[in-house]
């Protein structure tokens, strides 16, 4: 529970590395200009140089400041974009629908859900940019250009295990980026749009398979309705308590839980 306590208070700075990494992955593309890699490590290091250990006489505390709230405004973004996140978010959202329920569970409560357990499937990848990245960069072993590598490797290798080749490809084709000989060499600009897309499908695909049991007891309600010639009853309100019920004796939530951090493997 601590190591969990420790990781949710370290994520901005676990998540800084992954977005500065975009810029040191820039010689990548054809139109990449080589002045701009080291703009952000060298700004990083004067920023934050008193705290890291490095070299150099540092920011002032305001520009600090400002440095640090312009972070935090995009850290939501980073949440959705580039972890877990958004496939658990949607497949709750559809799973919702599916068995009829408009605010139940409230939204607060899928955004906590998606929240922790995208914390859960993060784990092992946030222990690696802590021990390869924030740690040495705090002992001041490293300077903030190695810590920025090492921690958008770790993100960028769960990123690519997730993206389909075809979303890759496509992205790199509208780039007009050269072939890439190994996975590492794409940049972030591609891989970005690219594990959304995927993420987004996948979460469409799971929750077309959630849907199908939930569709069918629709139906079946709804034939019986007509039957009996009750056309003035909803079946929606008759179908729900069924669909409860077949959610609950299979022990629903164990098992999407289960499915989803499994999905992630």
Known sequence: MKRIVSLIAALPALLLPAVAFAQVQAQSLPAAAPASDSAIPGALDRAFGAMGGTEGPGMSLSLQLLLIMGLLTILPSLILMMTSFTRILVVLAILRQALGLQQSPPNQVLIGLSLFLSLFVMAPTLERVNANAIAPYSAGTINAEQAIANGGKEFHAFMIRQTRERDLTMFAEMANAPRFAKPADVPFSI???????????????????????????????????????????????????????????????????????????
């Open 191 to 265: 891989l970005l749009p690219a594990f959304v897309t995927s993420e987004l499908k996948t979460a469409f695909q799971i929750g077309f398979m959630l849907f199908l049991p939930f569709l069918v007891i629709d139906l079946v309600v709804s034939s019986v309705l007509m039957s009996l010639g009750m056309m003035m009853m909803s079946p929606m309100v008759v179908s729900l308590p069924f669909k409860l019920l077949l959610f609950v004796m299979v022990d629903g939530w164990a098992l999407l839980m289960g499915s989803l951090a499994s999905s992630f493997g």
